[in-house]
């Protein structure tokens, strides 16, 4: 049986907390590590997480808050070590399957190679009701040829259905925290050095309630109005370019001659118009539709 160690950030969760590690401590077929550190909550989390820590059902640590990003590289980095490790989010529901599934993908690969496998997600409301379609609804997951790239442009992995192993632990742990989320940093270390595997059936409910720090982008003004927020904070930044160059500090020897060649043509691509230029007409890194042509506007006001 593999063991898991769950990585769960909390902050203020005390509306949800409950349910959620109820169903990750229902787990089946895999041996589970629940590992907490509270980011600073001023509601009941504290008192919960003690509740199930008295009951040997979990540890926990109460910190400073540093937001969820670099709460969840310190759990990256202070993890039980295990066979594998996945991110918790305070809020959601575990099918009972969820790490089971995971572990079964993962266990295909060389454990030499950091390996992330990712799912789609059943979105629902604050009572577990099923609102839209799968966040993954008729999405096709990079070709291993070009998920490097595509990892480079575009986050398509939530982390709350991440699970990797122990080498993907160790490099994330080497990494200069990130600058905007944690789940892209882990997505690019897999795709450029590693294996990722997508699993298009959800096996979490990811529930959307009017406190989610990020979610799934509904619609409606209010909606609108905090994703054109999101929008400006995020690629004001240059967020793609400043990423990149911090992955090409920590990992440029370790990546193929291919993959080495993608990395420098992003962090090329404003030296000169020509390089420009070869960015953009390389197809590699285009991705169709809406996000493609999103793209395209950030390579031409340079906001990578």
Known sequence: MKKV??????????????EQIDSVLAQEGVEITLFVRDDGSTDGTIEIL????????????????????????????????NDFYAFCDQDDYWHKDKLFVAAEKLSAFSESKPNLYYSALKVVDENLVQTH????????????????????????????????NEELRRLYSIYDQPLYCHDWTMYQIAAGLGNVVFDEIAHIDYRQHGTNVYGFFK???????????????????NLRLT??????????????????????????????????RAFRKDKIFKEKGIVGFYHKILIAFNKL
């Not at 160690?5 to 949800?16: A, D, I, M, Q, R």
């Not at 040997?56 to 039980?80: D, H, I, Q």
């Not at 799968?134 to 982390?159: C, D, K």
Request: proline share 2%; hydrophobic share 35%; glycine share 4%.
């Open 133 to 164: 379609a799968s966040t993954h609804s008729g999405y096709i997951a990079p070709p291993a040829e070009r998920v490097f790239a595509s990892s480079l442009m575009q986050n398509w992995v939530y982390g709350c259905t991440m699970v990797y």
């Open 5 to 18: 160690s769950v990585l769960l950030s909390t902050y203020n969760g005390e509306k949800y907390l409950r």
């Open 50 to 81: 003690k509740e199930y820590a008295e009951k040997g059902l979990l540890t926990y640590t109460a910190e400073k808050n540093v937001g969820f990003a670099k709460s969840f590289f310190w759990l990256v980095c202070n993890a039980p070590r």
């Open 219 to 237: 619609s409606g003004f209010n909606a609108l109005k905090k994703n054109l927020k999101l929008f400006f904070e995020k690629e004001s930044k």
């Open 243 to 276: 990423e990149a160059e911090k992955y090409k500090a920590c990992y440029y020897e370790m990546l193929s001659e291919t993959n080495k060649k993608y990395l420098d043509e992003l962090t090329n691509y404003r030296r000169s118009r020509k390089d420009k």
